[in-house]
C-alpha cells in the first residue's frame, strides 16, 4: 500500500500533493517541499508529527 499527502490536507491553499510506497520516502517528499515553497514553515518535531498525522493510506 501506497501513502498520500496533500497541502490541502493541512488546509493550504496549495494544489501540491504527493505519493510514494513509505512514509520516509514520503516525508522527504514534504520536506524538499515545504523548504522550497512553504519557508513559513519550521520544520520541527510538533509540525512533523503533525504532518505524519494527515499521511493516507492509498
Do not use: R
Request: with cysteine; net charge negative; proline share 0%.
Amino acid at each position: 500500500m501506497g501513502k498520500t499527502i496533500s497541502c490541502s490536507d493541512a488546509g493550504k491553499d496549495c494544489d501540491w500533493s504527493a505519493s510514494a510506497a513509505s512514509e520516509e520516502e514520503l516525508m522527504s517528499l514534504v520536506t524538499e517541499h515545504v523548504l522550497s515553497e512553504h519557508k513559513e514553515i519550521e520544520l520541527n518535531s510538533e509540525s512533523i508529527s503533525h504532518i505524519k498525522s494527515l499521511i493516507k493510506e492509498k
